[in-house]
T-cell receptor
Framework: KAGVTQTPRYLIKTRGQQVTLSCSPI?????VSWYQQTPGQGLQFLFE???????NKGNFPGRFSGRQFSNSRSEMNVSTLELGDSALYLC???????????FGPGTRLTVT | AQKVTQAQTEISVVEKEDVTLDCVYE???????LFWYKQPPSGELVFLIR??????QNEISGRYSWNFQKSTSSFNFTITASQVVDSAVYFC??????????FGAGTILRVKS
C-alpha cells in the first residue's frame, strides 16, 4: 500500500499570505490528523478528522483550519501567515480514531 | 489533562551498547493508548508500537523491547545492541480514548561507531 502523501513538500510564503496544504491518507484509512513540528514547541496537535467530521482540535488560532473530503483526503489552510508559522506540518492517517497513526513526510513551510 | 514526559533530552552511546529511553505519562482516564515513534534524520515519523491501558504485557520485537508499568505510569523503550542506524529522535505519545494524541518532547539518541 502507498503511504501517506503530502503536497507540496516545501513552500515559501510571505507574511500575510495564506497557504493550503494537502494530505492523502493510506487507502482505507478514515482518520486524518495534522501536527505542527517546530524546534521550540515540538510536535503539537492541530486537528483530527474522521469521516469528514472534525473530532478533535488543538489550541491554535482560528487562522488554522482544515477539512476532510469524502475520499478521506484532507487539506489544512493557514490564513494571514505569520513568521511563527514557519514549521514542518505533518499529516497522519489511521484506520480508526485511537488506532496507530502513520505519518507522511511533511510539508516544510517557511514564512518570510 | 494528558501529559507525556521524556526527561532524557539526549543520549549518546557506543554501538552495541544497550540503551533505555524513559517515558512517564499522566492521565486520569482508565482507557488510554501509548505509542512510540522514531524520527530519523530524514524527518518522517515511523510508528513503532501501540499499547492499550489494559494490556501491561511487555513486548519484544527483535532488538527492541518495551516495558509498560501502570503502577509507575511508565512506558520505557529499550534498544539492545544499539546500531548506528538507531540514531534518531524517539517520541513517546499518549492518547486518552477519543482524545487527541499528545507527544513527549522526544529523546535524541546518538549511536557512535
Amino acid at each position: 500500500k502507498a503511504g501517506v502523501t503530502q503536497t507540496p513538500r516545501y513552500l515559501i510564503k510571505t507574511r500575510g499570505q495564506q497557504v493550503t496544504l494537502s494530505c492523502s491518507p493510506i487507502s482505507g484509512h478514515r482518520s486524518v490528523s495534522w501536527y505542527q513540528q517546530t524546534p521550540g514547541q515540538g510536535l503539537q496537535f492541530l486537528f483530527e478528522y474522521f469521516s469528514e467530521t472534525q473530532r478533535n482540535k488543538g489550541n491554535f488560532p482560528g487562522r488554522f483550519s482544515g477539512r476532510q473530503f469524502s475520499n478521506s483526503r484532507s487539506e489544512m489552510n493557514v490564513s494571514t501567515l505569520e513568521l511563527g508559522d514557519s514549521a514542518l506540518y505533518l499529516c497522519a492517517s489511521s484506520l480508526e480514531v485511537n488506532y496507530e497513526q502513520y505519518f507522511g513526510p511533511g510539508t516544510r513551510l517557511t514564512v518570510t | 489533562a494528558q501529559k507525556v514526559t521524556q526527561a532524557q533530552t539526549e543520549i549518546s552511546v557506543v554501538e552495541k551498547e544497550d540503551v533505555t529511553l524513559d517515558c512517564v505519562y499522566e492521565t486520569r482516564d482508565t482507557t488510554y493508548y501509548l505509542f512510540w515513534y522514531k524520527q530519523p534524520p530524514s524527518g518522517e515519523l515511523v510508528f513503532l508500537i501501540r499499547r492499550n491501558s489494559f494490556d501491561e504485557q511487555n513486548e519484544i520485537s527483535g532488538r527492541y523491547s518495551w516495558n509498560f508499568q501502570k503502577s509507575t505510569s511508565s512506558f520505557n523503550f529499550t534498544i539492545t545492541a544499539s546500531q548506528v542506524v538507531d540514531s534518531a529522535v524517539y517520541f513517546c505519545a499518549l492518547r486518552e480514548y477519543g482524545n487527541k494524541l499528545v507527544f513527549g518532547a522526544g529523546t535524541i539518541l546518538r549511536v557512535k561507531s
